[in-house]
């Protein structure tokens, strides 16, 4: 027992100075140019380190995290493709590989929120319609603290330079569906982590909402 808890530390902790540094380092303008090539490396650390502490590789599991991915790059895909969804938008290089004009590690994006805020929702109530709405309320916060920061960075742009408000209906409703999906799965995900990845992002990118 003491072992993995000093094991998920570990993990814990290194996902907490890369993060740290990574703030520090987008913060300053002399830096920022050679921290952003790192994205692509933050967004699979972070899964990488959720699923390490999470400690939940059954098939059940795994299935759940390839549909929630696949619909989190679906929607993207389709809303850079079409403009119908969210509104226009599109890429920049930020996450690296495009597939139909859509980053893969958007998928990986979408795919560590939503466990992440059902895993915290799920530490305080089992019913199924808080753990289906609130992680979606949480997930619409963290896009409306993301977005100005992702335009600024480069991570995407907008038509106009405008976020249109169906972005964040998109979101949430998305979200949503997800989170539906989550608790027809049922799992039991792992609150410590989920506080921590979830935290670490409205930090990083409400700091970087004053500073930027």
């Known amino acids: 027992m003491i072992k993995n808890?000093?094991?998920e530390n570990r993990w814990i902790g290194l996902l907490l100075l890369f993060y740290f540094f990574g703030l520090l380092g987008m913060s300053l303008d002399g830096y920022r140019d050679f921290f952003l090539p790192f994205t692509p490396l933050n967004l699979l650390l972070t899964l990488v380190v959720f699923?390490?502490?999470?400690?939940?590789?059954?098939?059940?599991?795994?299935?759940?995290?390839?549909?929630v991915f696949l619909i989190g790059f679906a929607v993207e895909g389709i809303g850079v493709a079409t403009g119908v969804l969210f509104g226009s938008y599109g890429y920049g290089d930020a996450f690296g590989f495009k597939l139909f004009e859509t980053p893969l590690l958007i998928g990986v994006n979408w795919l560590?929120?939503?466990?992440?805020?059902?895993?915290i929702v799920?530490?305080?109530?089992?019913?199924?319609?808080?753990l289906i709405l609130i992680?979606?309320?949480?997930?619409?916060?963290?896009?409306?603290?993301l977005e100005p920061v992702a335009m600024k960075?480069?991570?995407?742009?907008?038509?106009?330079?405008?976020?249109?408000?169906?972005?964040?209906?998109?979101?949430?409703?998305?979200?949503?569906l997800i989170?539906?999906?989550?608790?027809?799965?049922?799992?039991?995900?792992?609150?410590k982590i989920s506080f921590v990845v979830i935290g670490v992002q409205f930090t990083f990118f409400g700091v970087l909402n004053l500073v930027l």
Not at 53 to 67: A, E
Not at 112 to 119: E, N, S, W
Not at 182 to 189: H, L
């Open 5 to 7: 808890i000093c094991k």
């Open 51 to 67: 699923y390490q502490v999470n400690q939940d590789f059954s098939k059940r599991f795994l299935l759940l995290s390839f549909l």
């Open 112 to 119: 560590f929120l939503a466990l992440g805020t059902y895993g």
């Open 122 to 130: 799920q530490f305080f109530t089992k019913k199924a319609i808080w």
């Open 135 to 145: 992680p979606p309320v949480l997930m619409t916060t963290l896009d409306i603290l």
């Open 153 to 176: 960075l480069g991570f995407w742009s907008w038509e106009n330079d405008v976020i249109p408000l169906q972005n964040y209906v998109m979101w949430f409703l998305t979200s949503t």
């Open 179 to 191: 989170h539906s999906l989550i608790y027809y799965f049922r799992p039991n995900i792992n609150a």
